[in-house]
């Protein structure tokens, strides 16, 4: 049956006949035996990644097998920000494509994902993150990113609540990004999943990989908790536990996962309508729809893989956050948690081949993973059709790190966003 089309005439119609025309959004598959392509991980990047093959390269004999539920893990655990003002080419090209993509994503997929481009300001509170952001301005002019400096005068006109002359954290200026901004994640993950399943793609939930089966250096296949499934191809996209399938697949990736944490306040009446970030004092902020103020800092000192809050963590976050913001310390705390990210030494992803001859891995996006969501998703589709890395992917691939070829942006990646 072909897919529904969203409108405002289907919700008409389907209000004069009580909602009992709705279809599912997405079918409840079972596993084959045997696919085309195997992905495991069905978050953002997971969807994305199959939803471009289809589009892209016509590859539509694919699964999507998720552990849990759908966008269950990080998809469902982070802040939403959408970003591409970041100093080193590779990374300003790929999430800039993907901040391009998130634009239109809602119209290609018919499904309202609400793609907010509120603008974003990353401040400057020392002298050296204000010679940093300038640098970094001019970089984004020479990158086709559409981003400026400004002074503190413009910060206070943007954001009224903000207190620029705090006696620790001035505010020096800002990095301002006019098209950056913020959208719905679980609408993200849903649409897709729906883009997918109308391509005949299968999305298998609540089904574990607990093996990998080779055949030398290439993949054969993969055990579940549903069964075992054969694949011409595999695709490893599953975040923090990068690190755990790798082992299963018989390498190691160069990666660590750590526990990042956020929260939402009470929901107030609108107040503030771009994100704005912070590094020296370690947070960022932002106004959902719903008026929560939503609020995160960087992520845990320490390996772990727990997806929950501490509160050591959520005091460090808002007392720094608290001088800038001298309005959140009446705010009520209403939820807390947290999600686990995988971080490379250099802070920018791995797109990559590995040692398995048809085994690829998409990891190692740190706090930065949403923002890249369908960029990601376009670069690994490419990578998984072609057998190689197109543009977009190439500089990222495992290599470097044996070659000292880092793509450092700690300094971008320094707080959670």
């Known amino acids: 049956m072909p897919k529904q089309r969203y409108s405002v005439f289907a919700l008409i119609r389907e209000a004069m006949r009580h909602h009992s025309g709705w279809q599912r959004a997405w079918a409840d598959a079972t596993p084959r ?12 990047h997971g969807l994305a990644t199959a939803y471009y093959l289809g589009r892209n390269h016509g590859i539509r004999n694919v699964a999507i097998l998720e552990k849990g539920w759908l966008g269950g893990g990080n998809t469902g655990r982070n802040t939403t920000i959408i970003r591409s003002n970041y100093l080193q080419d590779p990374s300003a090209a790929i999430y800039e494509k993907s901040r391009s993509l998130y634009e239109t994503l809602s119209q290609e997929i018919n499904y309202n994902t609400m793609f907010s481009p509120r603008g974003c300001l990353m401040l400057a509170q020392t002298e050296h993150e204000k010679r940093g952001y300038q640098r970094t301005a001019h970089a984004n002019v020479l990158q086709g990113v559409e981003t400026e400096f400004v002074g503190p005068r413009r910060v206070k ?6 207190n620029i002359d705090g006696p620790r954290y001035p505010v020096l200026g ?6 950056a901004g913020t959208n719905r994640h679980d609408a993200v993950a849903w649409g897709l999943a729906r883009a997918c399943s109308d391509m005949g793609m299968d999305i298998i939930q609540n089904c574990e990989v607990t093996g990998i089966d080779r055949d030398g250096d290439r993949v054969t296949g993969v055990r579940t908790s549903r069964g075992a499934i054969g694949c011409g191809k595999l695709a490893m996209i599953v975040a923090g536990n990068s690190g755990a399938l790798a082992e299963m697949a018989g390498f190691r990736l ?34 959902s729809d719903k008026g929560e103020m939503v609020i995160g800092g960087g992520a845990d000192g320490f390996n772990n893989y727990t997806q929950r809050g501490s509160w050591h963590h959520l ?22 948690w947290g999600g686990c990210v ?10 990559s081949r590995t040692p398995l001859a048809n085994c690829f891995v998409n990891c190692g996006w740190g706090t930065g993973g949403w923002k ?22 190439a500089p990222f691939g495992m290599e470097r790190f044996r070659e000292g070829r880092f793509i450092d942006e700690s300094v971008a990646a320094g707080v959670a966003h």
């Open 342 to 351: 995988d971080m490379t030494g250099d802070r920018s992803p791995i797109l």
């Open 372 to 393: 890249a969501t369908p960029g990601a998703g376009w670069a690994t589709a490419e990578m998984i059709a072609r057998g190689e890395p197109g543009p977009l992917a």
């Open 157 to 162: 006109e943007l954001v009224p609540i903000i």
């Open 315 to 336: 005091e460090q976050t808002v007392r720094a956050l608290v001088e800038t913001f001298p309005m959140i310390s009446r705010l009520r705390l209403m939820r807390h």
């Open 254 to 287: 160069p990666i660590e996962s750590v526990a990042l944490q956020a929260l939402v306040s009470e929901p107030v009446k609108p107040c503030m309508d771009v994100v704005v970030m912070a590094n020296t004092v370690h947070g960022y902020m932002s106004q």
């Open 33 to 44: 035996a045997r696919y085309d392509v195997v992905i495991i991980g069905g978050g953002g």
């Open 174 to 179: 800002a990095l301002w990004q006019p098209r």
